[in-house]
């Protein structure tokens, strides 16, 4: 396996069921992070580890639980999700370091995604 | 206004012709900034990112940064039909990787 990949690519759920989304990344990064994407709508951010640290989005929904067991995977437990939940779910990674301060970079690396489909 | 603004298109030009993409963000402390290509149904995918003010070429891809006037552009020249995707700017504010922020991505059209 290389770069970041996603599983399931497909998800259907209802809404009282729980389920999780699963990540992993083999690039050697230290950041992951969860988007969202929705139709018509711009990439919103959802959580992030970096360096170890949690970084939380304080508008995402507690349905929503984030898990970082290491720096190459990434979970995010849904239950009780609501239809407008339905949307495209990315896992991203990068390399972060104060070190690169200035000099650019810090770019993310996308997996293929997760389609939710919450009825 | 928005954090990072981008004209949501469609952009249509001709096979052949250069593709101008232009993006916008509010942020004066921004540091590097990150163009990304989006085909319908997949995940974005690295175009290219530039960090100081002038151009970055590679290949048919060049990205221009104008700090002072807060914008960025992506320049593709000879388009392709296979450039027909939305492309999403992205700007880093900070140091790290949280402080990412993403356009709502411009759609580009090549007509053979």
């Known amino acids: 396996e290389t770069g970041v990949t996603q599983t399931p690519r497909h998800l259907v759920m209802g809404m009282t069921n729980k389920k999780s989304l699963k990540c992993e990344q083999h690039?050697?990064?230290?950041?992951m992070y969860w988007y969202k994407q929705s139709a018509k709508k711009p990439l919103e951010l959802m959580f992030v580890y970096s360096l170890e640290e949690r970084v939380e989005n304080n508008s995402v929904p507690s349905r929503f639980s984030p898990e970082c067991p290491n720096s190459s995977h990434l979970f995010l437990h849904l239950h009780t999700l609501q239809p407008e939940d339905s949307a495209l779910y990315l896992c991203?990674?990068?390399?972060?370091?104060?070190?690169?301060w200035g000099k650019g970079g810090n770019e993310q690396f996308f997996g293929p995604g997760t389609r939710l489909t919450v009825l | 206004q928005k954090e990072v603004e981008q004209n949501s298109g469609p952009l249509s030009v001709p096979e052949g012709a250069i593709a101008s993409l232009n993006c916008t963000y509010s942020d004066r402390g921004s540091q590097s900034f990150f163009w990304y290509r989006q085909y319908s149904g997949k995940s974005p995918e690295l175009i290219m990112f530039i960090y100081s003010n002038g151009d970055k070429e590679d290949g048919r891809f060049t990205a221009q940064l104008n700090k002072a006037s807060q914008y960025v552009s992506l320049l593709i020249r000879d388009s392709q039909p296979s450039d027909s995707a939305t492309y999403l700017c992205a700007v880093n504010r900070g140091n790290y990787g949280q402080n990412f922020v993403f356009g709502p991505g411009t759609r580009l059209s090549v007509l053979p």
């Open positions: 991203a990674s990068s390399q972060d370091s104060s070190l690169r």
């Open positions: 690039l050697g990064h230290n950041a």
